[in-house]
């Protein structure tokens, strides 16, 4: 996904979007955890240059910097990916018990509120 540190918000939505789109994929990650718990150099590479993006925002005044930048990414990504993993959700690949598009919708909207709450400068 487009990473934007600056709109954090709109990244949380494209992360839920594309997790909901590809409910294998969130299933593949879960399975490398259990199977290989550590990261590789690309992956590593890939969050280093997001917590960089993240505390140059921050030092900036666009998100709020009581948070140390890791956690805030590790935040949003896990609000981003909450749904996915709730029973019968997105992630459970049975269309029968697939989530109406209004249930999604809602879904989509509280993981961007909840990101924009979250980097919501102090005073803003």
């Not at 409910?23 to 550590?38: A, F, I, S, T």
């Not at 240059?49 to 930048?69: F, N, S, Y």
């Not at 990504?77 to 809602?106: D, N």
Request: without cysteine.
């Amino acid at each position: 996904m487009p990473f934007d540190a600056e709109d954090l918000p709109r990244y949380a939505g494209a992360v839920f979007d594309h997790l909901v789109a590809r409910p294998d994929l969130m299933r593949l990650v879960q399975w490398k955890q259990l199977e290989r718990p550590g990261s590789g150099d690309a992956e590593t590479e890939s969050y280093r240059v997001k917590i960089a993006a993240v505390e140059r925002a921050q030092r900036a005044g666009l998100i709020d910097p009581a948070l140390d930048p890791a956690d805030l990414l590790t935040l949003v990504i896990g609000l981003a990916q909450a749904w996915t993993g709730a029973p019968g959700g997105p992630a459970a690949g049975v269309p029968e018990t697939a989530w109406p598009a209004e249930r999604l919708a809602r879904h989509r909207e509280a993981v961007i509120e909840s990101v924009r709450r979250l980097i919501r400068p102090a005073g803003a």
